[in-house]
């Protein structure tokens, strides 16, 4: 009986861990710019969100992780994050991902009418 308690506590720990690390992964993936983080946004440095690598759904477009994934509304801008099955929104496109990310030009590219 111990040893099937130390095998289930190792898979229960491993699977923690994994699922941590994952998720640490896809927060980090989210927006790797820093700076520009006033009004009129210039001065951004890292790597901007590159729209097209981003799946089409008839609703936006979805960035698949490996634990979460991150799904923009194309007419709303509303940003979701969804996690086994659950979608959470979380908020709005920000001025300033708007500004830098060019959220915008990326739907209409895609088909959408963006209202933000």
């Known amino acids: 009986m111990n040893f099937l308690l130390k095998i289930f506590a190792s898979i229960g720990f491993l699977f923690v861990t994994f699922w941590s690390y994952g998720l640490y992964l896809d927060i980090q993936r989210m927006d790797e710019t820093q700076g520009g983080y006033e009004s009129p946004y210039t001065g951004v440095t890292g790597k901007i969100l590159d729209w097209d690598d981003m799946d089409l759904t008839?609703?936006?477009?979805?960035?698949?992780?490996?634990?979460?994934?991150?799904?923009?509304?194309?007419?709303?801008g509303m940003i979701s994050l969804e996690m086994?099955?659950?979608?959470?929104?979380?908020?709005?496109?920000?001025?300033?991902?708007?500004?830098?990310?060019?959220?915008?030009?990326?739907?209409?590219?895609?088909?959408?009418?963006?209202?933000f």
């Open 58 to 76: 008839s609703t936006g477009l979805v960035r698949r992780g490996h634990v979460v994934n991150f799904i923009v509304n194309g007419t709303t």
């Open 84 to 115: 086994f099955g659950f979608s959470y929104e979380a908020r709005k496109l920000s001025s300033r991902a708007i500004k830098v990310h060019k959220p915008r030009e990326a739907f209409i590219r895609r088909g959408f009418k963006p209202e």
